[in-house]
């Protein structure tokens, strides 16, 4: 019987079973297609900027298109969303597949051919990141998680050590048809799935109303900016080991793509351990330190790579950045999911997986770039360098702690009275609310009162503000606008138990007896003949 706390606890559940096992064949299968992709480049167009390249092409459509693919996951049914995205991805690969074994792909066609991938994953991962919440319960959350994260880095172990014997026997077509394979199994799993959609009174958000929302509310949610700039400064300079790592393979005597999987399947192996390792570490160190920990340890592989040149010492070496991948990327992504409630999910995931691969991207080019100009082991020792003093530039940011904050919706705020011509798009809309603050509270007040304005503008207001009483001291006026009363409606369902904690807290301020004084303004209705005037 597997306990409730336990790390495998989620399997219990069926539907996440199901959907973690199709994952595993179909990251198995992209594995596979990354190790092929990046040796069949080292075969047509061998220099540091083209093998770099492939990675870019990779992970750039991420960093353009994940904010757009997550504002449609949070508006539109997220299985059926998903079962298109997998169709598209099953073509991609099936095509590329079929190009390579007629021997008609060239480096352009192959580096256009992983770009169109690229714009398949940036639309799948957020949508994919945030259906974890609706498969497990939140006490389960991390563990469902880390198991993704197991399941991501297994299927990096097997991988591509299938693609190296596969590449070697069969050439590097069969690999993509596989993987194009693979991707049915997902629409299978997402095809049996039914998904419970949200019940939600309100009409659905439009696109761009979608879009600036989820900008508007990463801009004021401080603790995903804090997962978001921790991971871009590690992720910039952890790229070189992915981007440089063909080349490097190239460049050991008897070696092939059989070595170049080797390598890869060690970070893999080295991740699970890391996996299987992170609950204990957790209860030892804080997330804030085990991410500076993993990355300094990740600098010292790339170290290792840049001058090691024995096999058995560069495996070693991958096995070490496994661990410390998997300690980074699960510690962020946990910050990440904990930061966001349900409504904006998908967008904030986005901000923090665009953040991610335009990291990588950039990274990518940027250090075969420098491989170039001067060596690969100087490109790897420079960004190993760079990662340490990383740790010491983002520590100020803080990533712990944030599972304590409940982002569930409370629905605490009563439904405002309105009289019939108050219709959903009638706007702008002020609010505000008046508060008569005990004298000795003042201070406290104005501290709360301002992190109550981030929360403000996170859910909807474009304005905020704060104003005291010219008669009548310690009394003040609070107010901030939406663009519509169907914005501050949607207000009325974003509002948490964070929230109301603080907001609970702020009244304890107040004069004994007096509440806080709510009133809802919208702007009239002007006739076109009193426009002309």
């Not at 606890?9 to 190790?35: C, E, K, Q, Y």
């Not at 059926?80 to 079929?98: E, K, M, P």
């Not at 994953?121 to 563990?143: C, F, G, K």
């Not at 950039?362 to 990383?390: C, F, H, N, P, Q």
Request: proline content about 5%; hydrophobic content about 55%; overall charge positive.
């Amino acid at each position: 019987m597997v306990s409730t706390t336990s790390a495998w606890s989620p399997f219990r559940i069926p539907v996440f079973r199901m959907l973690w096992v199709a994952t595993l064949v179909s990251n198995i299968g992209t594995w596979m297609h990354d190790i092929g992709a990046s040796w069949l480049m080292t075969t047509l167009s061998p220099t540091p900027v083209m093998v770099a390249l492939v990675q870019t092409a990779t992970t750039l459509p991420i960093f353009l298109l994940a904010m757009p693919a997550g504002a449609l996951a949070d508006i539109v049914d997220r299985r059926s969303y998903l079962i298109v995205v997998q169709l598209w991805l099953a073509l991609v690969a099936g095509l590329l597949g079929f190009m390579t074994l007629t021997g008609i792909t060239s480096a352009w066609s192959l580096i256009a051919l992983t770009f169109a991938m690229g714009i398949g994953s940036a639309m799948m991962m957020p949508a994919w990141a945030a259906i974890t919440p609706e498969l497990v319960p939140r006490n389960e959350l991390q563990s469902a998680i880390v198991l993704n994260s197991l399941g991501i880095n297994a299927a990096r172990t097997i991988g591509p050590a299938l693609a190296g014997i596969i590449v070697s026997y069969a050439g590097t077509g069969a690999v993509f048809v596989l993987n194009a394979l693979t991707y049915c199994l997902v629409i299978f799993a997402l095809v049996l799935w039914r998904r419970e959609a949200p019940i939600n009174e309100l009409p659905s958000e439009r696109f761009f109303s979608a879009l600036r929302s989820g900008f508007r509310f990463t801009r004021h949610a401080p603790d995903l900016q804090a997962a978001i700039i921790r991971g871009f400064g590690f992720f910039l300079f952890a790229s070189a080991s992915w981007a440089l790592l063909p080349l490097l393979v190239k460049h050991l005597e008897n070696s092939g793509p059989q070595t170049f999987g080797i390598l890869v399947a060690s970070m893999g192996a080295g991740a699970i351990v890391g996996a299987l390792l992170l609950p204990r570490l957790r209860e030892k160190i804080s997330r804030d330190m085990l991410v500076a920990l993993a990355t300094i340890a990740y600098a010292f592989a790339m170290f290792a790579l840049a001058i090691a040149e024995q096999l058995i010492f560069l495996c070693l070496a991958m096995g070490v950045s496994g661990i410390a991948w998997i300690a980074v990327l699960s510690s962020l992504q946990v910050a990440a999911q904990m930061a966001l409630p349900s409504w904006v999910r998908s967008r904030g995931l986005a901000v923090f997986m665009a953040t991610f691969m335009g990291a990588m991207a950039t990274g990518s080019l940027l250090w075969g770039k420098i491989a170039e100009m001067t060596s690969i082991s100087d490109a790897l020792i420079t960004a190993a360098v760079g990662a340490v003093i990383t740790v010491l530039l983002t520590w100020r940011w803080h990533i712990g702690g944030i599972e304590k904050v409940d982002l569930t919706p409370s629905m605490h705020w009563p439904t405002p009275m309105v009289h019939d011509s108050v219709t959903h798009d009638r706007g702008p809309v002020l609010i505000t609310i008046q508060y008569a603050v005990q004298s000795d509270k003042k201070n406290k007040f104005l501290t709360i009162i301002r992190e109550l304005s981030k929360r403000r503008r996170r859910d909807g207001a474009f304005a905020w503000g704060v104003f005291e009483h010219t008669e009548k001291p310690n009394h003040f006026i609070e107010s901030f606008s939406v663009d519509s009363w169907l914005e501050h409606l949607r207000q009325h369902e974003r509002v948490t138990h964070a929230d109301r904690i603080l907001q609970a807290e702020l009244r304890t301020l107040l004069i004994n007896g007096s509440e806080p004084i709510v009133t809802h303004y919208v702007a009239p209705k002007y006739t076109a003949e009193q426009t002309k005037r």
